[in-house]
């Protein structure tokens, strides 16, 4: 393998995903408390202009792709709301979310082994949030510095579930998708859709998200197994 990519909510970082969105846009509501918008339709546009990233052909960001939606149904001036949120995920993100994860102390132990010879090490979270949301790594002993490449909604034109998520990373990193492992506990967004673009895959069934719909076939474990498996690697 040239290359190990890494889902993170579930996957790196044990999440309650529920509780996550809960509390995310309950705080998220009260900062957005000043510009008196209401809360229900606050939550329903940002539901909205996400799904817009998820249908991004390629030709815009992901970032670009959610404020135009956004921006089209809430009239608010973009630069304050972006400073805001940038206050906003360094505080009360950071602190208050993280009682939606628990501890994973292998995490590091995982990126470090993913490294051996010289391989490239990506963080393959889905992009459908900006990079100031990727403190939540903190949780897991990581930073965005132990890895060669991190997905977020500013760098990336595709997202999971699609294929082209993974071929346009793979593009990027001058690697070929038979040369890499994605590992990730989701089986639709991480196994199938890494595998469709030809890539090998690792399921951690830990807080194992499946999908009848999806046929996947690829080897899997708990997080204990997959630190086995990367010593072979």
Known sequence: MKAIFFDLDGTLLPLDEELFVDIYFEELSKVFSVYNI???KLVENIWTATHEIIKNDGKRTNEEAFW????SNINIELSDVKEVLKKFYAN???TKLKKCSAENSLAKVAVE????NGRKVVLATNPVFPIDALVRLKWTGLDIDDFDYVTHYGNSSFSKPNPKYY????EKLDVEPKDCLMIGNDERQDIFAA????????LVTDYLYTYPECEVNCE???FKDLIEKLKTL
């Open 92 to 94: 009360e993100f950071f």
């Open 68 to 71: 135009d939606k956004l921006n």
């Open 220 to 222: 899997k474990g708990s």
């Open 195 to 202: 595998s469709s673009a030809g890539m090998n895959c690792y």
């Open 167 to 170: 071929l346009d990373l793979c």
């Open 38 to 40: 209401d809360s229900k």
């Open 113 to 116: 082994l993913a490294k051996k």
